[in-house]
């Protein structure tokens, strides 16, 4: 894959935020991420508008239901023109295969392994008791024989996971916090360069370009460690 591996998460309250933010990064960004909170403030108008506008949007809506209603959701996802459209893989092989038939090569599919906030033992108190490790990369397994074009999942698991994936199997890691930034609420972190260098394709990032005093010098610092 080549060209701009940065996604960058408009993790902001409304339209006018996420413009001004683009604003700030015009020119040095292609791809953004619409998530839950933009979403749920501006649905699908903004994301037309963003598509329209040749950015390539990847919408984190971490689906995860039955799955006629997952195949019914994601056929209007894809209508958006979105390039990315995020399942979680707990939502089981039938309801991923029924995301890939629904988006018809229209959209590419991510399964969401295991939150990148997430530690073993926030999974053991859910009753899932093998190790973040495990759990991720036996979803990304499940996710590859589901058909799924990729997974979301921490830098940390980026290597195993390259290992034992075909090279065109998008691998996409947030959790990734350059040098000097705090981590926040995420709990499975690395560098830009480290999740490069373990295989990520695509990073994504939030908070540590949208509070950065110079958002635009934040993006082009990471977008130099992937290189
Ligand atoms: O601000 P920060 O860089 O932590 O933002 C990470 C973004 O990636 C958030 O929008 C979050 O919803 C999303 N994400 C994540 N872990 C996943 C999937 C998506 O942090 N497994």
């Keep these: 894959m080549t060209g701009n591996r940065l996604i960058v998460a408009l993790d902001v309250e409304d339209a006018a935020a996420a413009e001004a933010l ?8 292609t791809r953004v991420k619409v998530g839950l909170e933009l979403y749920t403030a501006e649905g699908p108008e903004l994301v037309r508008r963003l598509v329209g506008r040749g950015l ?3 919408l984190d809506l971490k689906l995860h239901d039955i799955p006629e209603t997952v195949a019914r959701a994601t056929s209007r996802a894809a209508e958006l023109g979105v390039d990315l459209l995020t399942v979680h893989v707990a939502g089981g092989t039938k309801m991923m295969q029924a995301a890939v038939g629904a988006a018809a090569g229209r959209t590419r599919i991510l399964g969401v392994t295991v939150l990148t906030s997430l530690t073993s033992r926030d999974l053991a108190e859910v009753a899932i008791e093998p190790s973040v490790e495990e759990v991720v990369v036996r979803r990304a397994t499940l996710a590859m024989e589901a058909g799924l074009d990729g997974v979301v999942a921490s830098p ?8 034992a994936a075909p090279e065109d199997f998008l691998i996409v890691t947030p959790g990734v916090r350059p040098a000097a930034s705090t981590a926040d609420d995420q709990a499975r972190v690395a560098t830009p360069a480290a999740a490069r260098a373990a295989g990520a394709d695509l990073v994504v990032v ?3 370009i949208r509070d950065a005093a110079d958002p635009r010098a934040a993006a082009e ?7």
């Design 22 to 29: 683009l604003a700030k990064l015009a020119g040095v960004v």
């Design 56 to 58: 390539d949007v990847m």
């Design 156 to 163: 940390l698991e980026a290597a195993r996971i390259r290992a």
């Design 206 to 208: 939030g908070r540590p």
């Design 221 to 227: 610092a990471i977008l130099r460690e992937l290189a």
